[in-house]
């Protein structure tokens, strides 16, 4: 049985730093891509930020590129993810998940964390 579990998160001023981890069990990562959302309140999931099987390939959503970094250390089987001067408007559930299949498509992946809250006041 294939379990995503999360860590990190929680409440930071503005530009502050925070660090979510993802970990998996009965789910290889070195075989999967894997990929961060988030949900702000009262609006839709989007997508983060995104990172290839074999952590060559990485692509970030316009709102976070250059203040969150992606990494993937397929020997402990874990993502993690990097934000660095965050912003009150990247308040918002995050989320990590996996599949085979390097999308920003939230659809398309399998495999979901239970989700971890960010705040950061202004």
């Known amino acids: 049985q294939v379990q995503v579990v999360q860590s990190g998160g929680g409440l930071v001023q503005a530009g502050g730093s925070l660090r979510l981890s993802c970990a998996a069990s009965?789910?290889?990562?070195?075989?999967?891509?894997v990929a961060w959302f988030r949900q702000p309140p009262g609006k839709e999931r989007e997508f983060v930020a995104l990172?290839?099987?074999?952590?060559?390939?990485?692509t970030y959503g316009d709102s976070v590129r250059g203040r969150f970094t992606i990494s993937k250390d397929n020997a402990r089987n874990a993502v993690y993810l990097q934000m660095d001067g965050l912003k009150p408007e990247d308040t918002a559930v995050y989320y990590c998940?996996?599949?085979?299949?390097?999308?920003?498509?939230?659809?398309?992946?399998?495999?979901w964390g239970q989700g971890t809250q960010v705040t950061v006041s202004s």
């Open positions: 998940a996996a599949d085979r299949y390097f999308t920003r498509n939230s659809r398309l992946y399998s495999h």
């Open positions: 009965g789910l290889n990562f070195s075989t999967s891509a």
């Open positions: 990172i290839s099987y074999n952590n060559i390939g990485t």
